[in-house]
């Protein structure tokens, strides 16, 4: 009796190798069809929204009010983000999975990230903004995981100028302007809380908020002096600015704290090179 339960187990962890050695050996494409079938997804759900209104009619509608939304021209990002994971989708064709654990992690990670993305595209256009808030940290966390494992240095290995530009920068692009959307998704969903913001004006709040983007992003640009990252949140804040040109009390802090994170690349820029001289 004890052999057939040894035998059982046996031909299980077996079979577990296999289908994990097939997993790894098609995650490359696996990662491709994945960003295929996001790119799809959010494109039909334009033309045919599953709530009848899209997302960006639902934010010029019924989320109007939401004074920390960009401009809409800000979302032409999404084509910029498109591109680069297109891109990070060919890269990663082109290499060995279990010879690249990095790689390997970071699209793992991605395939997360998008089939969560089309859920978030469903609740959000179906207005269940409060169920997109939590699915959107869903996105988060695993572009975080993947992000860091890119950005992650290896003293004794520096990335190609490839890798930098077909893996890391798609993913700072992409966790940069999910980071801005989370923000935006939270506040849409206490807008249609009505909520009372504890005595503190929607105006405060939406300062509030746009300091707590540019403290995130400052954050990144001084501890690892991510561009592509850094200037996502620049792009939104310009918008931010842009969209309430007639509001000094929100046009203004987010004009300055955008010019301030430019300057803040600038500055590290600057004392790293004096630094690796």
Known sequence: MGDSYYIIFYNLKQSLRLTHCMFATRLPLF???????????????NFFPPG???????????????LITPANYAFAIWGLIYIG????????????????????????????A???QVVWILLFTLQWFWASVGVMLLILLPLIGAYLALHTPNQNIRPSRQRQWYA?????????????????????????????????SQ??????????????????????????????????LSAIAVRHTTLPAIWMPAAILAVGLIALLIGRGIIMVKILR
Request: with cysteine; aromatic share 10%.
């Open 114 to 116: 998008c089939l969560v």
């Open 168 to 200: 890391q920068i798609p993913f700072s692009v992409y966790l940069g302007w999910i980071s801005v959307a989370t923000v935006v998704n939270v506040a849409a969903a206490l807008y249609t809380s009505n909520w009372n913001g504890f005595g503190l």
């Open 52 to 66: 009848g209104q899209n997302v960006g009619e639902i934010s010029n509608t019924v989320l109007s009010g939401v």
């Open 203 to 236: 105006i405060g709040w939406t300062v509030v908020m746009i300091v707590i983007a540019a403290a995130i992003a400052a954050i990144v640009a001084i501890q690892r002096g991510d561009v592509a990252f850094v200037l996502v949140f620049v792009w939104a």
């Open 85 to 112: 994971l297109m891109a990070y989708g060919v890269y990663q064709l082109r290499l060995h999975p279990r010879k690249d654990p990095t790689i390997q992690r970071a699209s793992q990670l991605l395939i997360v």
């Open 31 to 45: 990662t491709l069809v994945a960003i295929l079938t996001t790119l799809m997804v959010n494109t039909l759900s």
